[in-house]
């Protein structure tokens, strides 16, 4: 693209934000082959953590019928699915901040 063209929005944004990372110091170094392996290992083994949480909540869900019963394994659920998210999601940032050989 040449520098008098037009840019986008997301074109501008996108600079200001590296222009913003730049003056606070943040630099960008780009992914081994070796985090990216880690990193979709970890998204596998977490996607099915939360699909077998989604199987365990249905199949408890339609055996129950008591509406206070139900509130109670939706909340779990909920719980459940935010905790492995959240695991999940500090496992990948761990990652990202191993330095890069």
């Known amino acids: 693209m040449e520098d008098d ?13 590296k222009k913003q990372d730049a003056d606070a110091g ?4 780009p992914m081994t082959a070796d985090q990216k392996a880690e990193i979709a ?4 083994t977490y996607g099915a953590k939360l ?3 989604e199987i365990l909540y249905k199949t408890k869900l ?10 109670k394994m939706e ?13 999940r999601d500090r496992k990948i940032e761990k990652i990202h901040q191993k330095p890069g050989v």
Not at 26 to 29: A, F, I, L, R
Not at 41 to 44: K, L, M, P, T, W
Not at 75 to 87: F, K, P, S
């Open 5 to 17: 063209a037009p840019k986008s929005a997301v074109e501008l944004a996108m600079a200001r934000f």
């Open 26 to 29: 943040v630099s960008e170094t």
């Open 41 to 44: 290992e970890v998204r596998q």
């Open 51 to 53: 699909a077998q949480e």
């Open 62 to 71: 339609h055996a129950s019928v008591d509406y206070d019963e139900r509130q």
């Open 75 to 87: 909340e779990h659920y909920r719980r459940d699915v935010e905790r492995i998210t959240n695991e």
